[in-house]
């Protein structure tokens, strides 16, 4: 399998005015194409920080992210920015949904400034009929449940057919059920395109469906 993510120890530390906490300690880690790899880790472990490392969001304190070979901390934020676009498809716990857009433009988004409108349209329409939305286009995100808001952030993660998908508890504000339909689309969208995903999860039912499993524990992943 060839490792389409790299990280080298990494390190990241939050100060808070005499106070600072060391929340990854030298975290080495390599994602293979395709692969879904989950972590665990009691809250507080550091899991979305190190997601946000890993994605290209937060610069660590010291240590190497290399994604298909390319630094990406080495990189100018413009340039890291445009990466992220390109490549990187994140859904967060809360959905973070532009509430005076419909759920089309919220998935269309993400690819306006690479694609022509119609085009885009096009596509987010077809990731909405794919998670089960196709006659919800029209609705703004506060019109449909929890759940439903999920499966539009999936379509936006989607949107611009990024090779690696970061999922930080994307079932923590639903109730299991509601959480487990998502996560069907989830598994059914990564899987049927070979997109390869880091969920971070509370739940071992849920770490179990990935093809690897980790834990965050003391700054460092066992
Ligand atoms: P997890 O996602 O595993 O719950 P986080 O990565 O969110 O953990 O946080 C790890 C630790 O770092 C926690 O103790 C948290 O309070 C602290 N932390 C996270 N973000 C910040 C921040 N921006 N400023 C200060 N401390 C932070
Ligand atoms: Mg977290």
């Not at 920080?49 to 290399?66: A, M, R």
């Not at 998670?131 to 449909?144: A, F, M, S, T, Y």
């Not at 508890?169 to 487990?180: A, C, F």
Request: with cysteine; proline share 3%.
């Amino acid at each position: 399998m060839n490792t389409i993510l790299q990280a080298e120890n990494i390190e990241r530390s939050y100060t808070i005015g005499k106070t600072t906490l060391d929340v990854l300690k030298g975290v080495s880690l390599g994602v293979g194409e395709g692969e879904t790899l989950s972590i665990m880790g009691e809250s507080g472990s550091g899991k979305s920080t190190l997601l946000h490392v890993l994605g290209g969001l937060d610069n660590p304190k010291s240590g190497k992210v290399h994604f298909k070979g390319q630094s990406v901390y080495g990189m100018s934020s413009a340039r890291r920015s445009r990466f992220r676009a390109e490549n990187v498809g994140f859904v967060f716990q809360s959905f973070h949904l532009l509430p005076e857009l419909d759920i089309l433009e919220n998935v269309a988004l993400p690819s306006m400034a690479v694609r022509a409108t119609g085009d885009a349209k096009a596509r987010a329409t077809e990731l909405l009929t794919e998670v089960g939305l196709g006659e919800r286009i029209g609705h703004r995100p506060q019109e449909l449940s929890g759940g439903e808001q999920q499966r539009v952030a999936l379509a936006r993660a989607l949107m611009n057919e990024p090779d690696i998908i970061f999922c930080d508890e994307p079932t923590g504000n639903l109730d299991s059920k509601t959480g487990d339909k998502v996560l069907h689309y989830l598994f059914q969208l990564v899987e049927s395109r070979g997109h390869t995903l880091v969920l971070v999860t509370h739940s071992r039912d849920v770490a179990a469906r990935c093809s690897r499993q980790l834990v965050l524990k003391d700054g460092l992943l066992v």
